[in-house]
C-alpha cells in the first residue's frame, strides 16, 4: 500500500540540506510499489523527480509535482567464477555502503568510488567517477521500469551512452525511466587502478605487489576527508561544476596567456581543463557570499554555510560561470541538477 504524503519537507533529503517541499512524496520500496504508482495512479505526465540521496541536486523551489524516494534495497551475487563475480544491488541502496561491502569480500573494481554520497540506482545516471575510475567500467547492466507504460527493460553498457559524467539517463530518456536494480562485473584477482598522481603516490613499489582493494579504499577514503566538506556538517553537491572540455586550438591560446593551466588531454584531441582552477586563479575560493560560498580547500564545491536558499547557491554559481566566460572565454557547465 503506498504511502503518499502531501508537502513533505525535503531539508533531510537533499546534501545541500536546503528548505523544500515537494507536492507529494512517496516511498518506493519496490517494484510492485513503482507499478502500482505508475498504472494506478498514472503520474505520467506530471513533474516528477526520482530522488536517491539528493547529492547531486539543488531545490530552488518548492516542487510542485511527485517526489518518487528510491528505497529498493538487496544485494545478490548472479554469478560467480574464478575470476569474476555478478553482482546486483537494489537502486536505493546506499552507494558507499556497497562499495564497503564488495571491498570486504575482496572484489576489486569500485574501490577507488568509495565514499561517493548517493544511491546505487542514481550511479549509472551521471555515470559517477572519482581517482582515475568511472563506474561504467565495470557496469553490466540495469533494469528500469518506464513510467509510462510500467515496461521493465535491460540497458547494457552499450544501451546507456555513458559518457563524462554523462547516460542516455540524462540525455535522450531523460525522465521516462526509474532505476531498479544495478550489476557489476568485479575482479576476484588484484586489479589496482593506481594513475591519479597522489593515490600513486600514497603506495610505494612494494606496497603495490601486495595491496587490497581495501588498502586503495582506505587511501580514497583518506584523501576524500581531507579535502571534500562532510555534507552533514556543511550542505554540499560535491563538484558544483563539471570540467570543461576545449579544443586543442583554444587551449593554445589559453596556454599562452596561462603558462600554468593544468590540463588532461582527451583521446579524440580535445583537452580537459579542471573548472575548480579556473574558479579558484579567479578569486573564488573560500569567498563567503550571503549564506553561501565556496569551500576553502575546494574551489568545485559551493556550500551552504547557513539555512541558505537554494535561489542563493544558484545566482552564486550563475555569478562563477559568468566571471569564468568573460576570463577565460569557458563555458563550465553544472554537473549539478538544479530545480
Ligand atoms: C560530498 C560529495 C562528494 C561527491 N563526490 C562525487 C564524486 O567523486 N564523483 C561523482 O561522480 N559524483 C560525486 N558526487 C555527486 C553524487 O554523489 C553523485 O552524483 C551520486 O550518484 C548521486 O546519487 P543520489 O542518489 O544522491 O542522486 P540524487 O541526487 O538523488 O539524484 C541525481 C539524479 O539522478 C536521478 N536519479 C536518482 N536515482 C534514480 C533512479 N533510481 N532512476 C532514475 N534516475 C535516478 C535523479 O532524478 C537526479 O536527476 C558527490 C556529492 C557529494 C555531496
Given at each position: 500500500?503506498?504511502?503518499?504524503?502531501?508537502?513533505?519537507?525535503?531539508?533531510?533529503?537533499?546534501?545541500?540540506?536546503?528548505?523544500?517541499?515537494?507536492?507529494?512524496?512517496?516511498?518506493?520500496?519496490?517494484?510492485?510499489?513503482?507499478?502500482?504508482?505508475?498504472?494506478?495512479?498514472?503520474?505520467?505526465?506530471?513533474?516528477?523527480?526520482?530522488?536517491?540521496?539528493?547529492?547531486?541536486?539543488?531545490?530552488?523551489?518548492?516542487?510542485?509535482?511527485?517526489?518518487?524516494?528510491?528505497?529498493?534495497?538487496?544485494?545478490?551475487?548472479?554469478?560467480?567464477?574464478?575470476?569474476?563475480?555478478?553482482?546486483?544491488?537494489?537502486?536505493?541502496?546506499?552507494?558507499?555502503?556497497?562499495?564497503?561491502?564488495?571491498?570486504?569480500?575482496?572484489?576489486?573494481?569500485?574501490?577507488?568510488?568509495?565514499?561517493?554520497?548517493?544511491?546505487?540506482?542514481?550511479?549509472?545516471?551521471?555515470?559517477?567517477?572519482?581517482?582515475?575510475?568511472?563506474?561504467?567500467?565495470?557496469?553490466?547492466?540495469?533494469?528500469?521500469?518506464?513510467?509510462?507504460?510500467?515496461?521493465?527493460?535491460?540497458?547494457?553498457?552499450?544501451?546507456?551512452?555513458?559518457?563524462?559524467?554523462?547516460?542516455?539517463?540524462?540525455?535522450?530518456?531523460?525522465?521516462?525511466?526509474?532505476?531498479?536494480?544495478?550489476?557489476?562485473?568485479?575482479?576476484?584477482?588484484?586489479?589496482?587502478?593506481?594513475?591519479?598522481?597522489?593515490?600513486?603516490?600514497?603506495?610505494?613499489?612494494?606496497?603495490?605487489?601486495?595491496?587490497?582493494?581495501?588498502?586503495?579504499?582506505?587511501?580514497?577514503?583518506?584523501?576524500?576527508?581531507?579535502?571534500l566538506p562532510?555534507?552533514?556538517?556543511?550542505?554540499n553537491?560535491g563538484s558544483f561544476?563539471?570540467?570543461?572540455?576545449?579544443?586543442?586550438?583554444?587551449?593554445?591560446?589559453?596556454?599562452?596567456?596561462?603558462?600554468?593551466?593544468?590540463?588532461?588531454?582527451?583521446?579524440?584531441?580535445?583537452?580537459?581543463?579542471?573548472?575548480?582552477?579556473?574558479?579558484?586563479?579567479?578569486?573564488?575560493?573560500?569567498?563567503?557570499?550571503?549564506?553561501?560560498?565556496?569551500h576553502?580547500?575546494q574551489?568545485l564545491v559551493l556550500v551552504?554555510?547557513?539555512?541558505?536558499?537554494?535561489?542563493?547557491?544558484?545566482?552564486?554559481?550563475?555569478?562563477?560561470?559568468?566571471?569564468?566566460?568573460?576570463?577565460?572565454?569557458?563555458?563550465?557547465?553544472?554537473?549539478?541538477?538544479?530545480?
Amino acid at each position: 500500500m503506498l504511502n503518499i504524503i502531501e508537502h513533505q519537507d525535503l531539508t533531510l533529503f537533499n546534501t545541500f540540506g536546503i528548505k523544500a517541499k515537494a507536492q507529494k512524496f512517496v516511498s518506493i520500496n519496490s517494484v510492485l510499489d513503482i507499478k502500482e504508482l505508475i498504472l494506478k495512479e498514472k503520474i505520467f505526465g506530471n513533474k516528477i523527480l526520482i530522488l536517491g540521496g539528493g547529492s547531486n541536486v539543488l531545490f530552488t523551489q518548492d516542487f510542485d509535482g511527485w517526489v518518487l524516494h528510491n528505497e529498493i534495497s538487496g544485494t545478490d551475487i548472479l554469478e560467480e567464477n574464478d575470476d569474476f563475480v555478478l553482482i546486483q544491488a537494489g537502486g536505493g541502496e546506499n552507494w558507499s555502503d556497497f562499495v564497503d561491502y564488495t571491498v570486504a569480500h575482496n572484489l576489486w573494481g569500485l574501490e577507488n568510488l568509495s565514499l561517493i554520497p548517493g544511491t546505487v540506482g542514481a550511479a549509472p545516471v551521471q555515470n559517477i567517477g572519482a581517482y582515475g575510475i568511472e563506474q561504467k567500467e565495470h557496469f553490466t547492466n540495469l533494469e528500469a521500469i518506464n513510467l509510462k507504460t510500467g515496461e521493465i527493460i535491460s540497458f547494457t553498457n552499450n544501451n546507456c551512452l555513458f559518457g563524462y559524467r554523462s547516460s542516455i539517463f540524462k540525455t535522450t530518456e531523460k525522465g521516462n525511466w526509474f532505476i531498479l536494480n544495478v550489476t557489476y562485473r568485479l575482479n576476484k584477482k588484484s586489479h589496482p587502478v593506481l594513475n591519479y598522481a597522489p593515490l600513486k603516490a600514497a603506495f610505494t613499489e612494494v606496497d603495490q605487489k601486495n595491496i587490497k582493494a581495501s588498502d586503495i579504499s582506505q587511501k580514497v577514503k583518506d584523501i576524500r576527508n581531507s579535502k571534500l566538506p562532510d555534507p552533514k556538517v556543511l550542505g554540499n553537491a560535491g563538484s558544483f561544476f563539471k570540467n570543461p572540455v576545449i579544443s586543442q586550438e583554444q587551449f593554445k591560446l589559453l596556454q599562452g596567456e596561462f603558462p600554468e593551466i593544468p590540463s588532461y588531454p582527451q583521446e579524440n584531441g580535445t583537452v580537459k581543463v579542471p573548472a575548480g582552477w579556473l574558479i579558484e586563479q579567479s578569486g573564488w575560493k573560500g569567498k563567503k557570499y550571503g549564506n553561501t560560498g565556496v569551500h576553502d580547500k575546494q574551489a568545485l564545491v559551493l556550500v551552504n554555510h547557513d539555512n541558505a536558499k537554494g535561489s542563493e547557491v544558484k545566482k552564486l554559481a550563475l555569478q562563477i560561470q559568468s566571471d569564468i566566460k568573460n576570463r577565460f572565454n569557458i563555458t563550465i557547465e553544472p554537473e549539478v541538477l538544479m530545480l
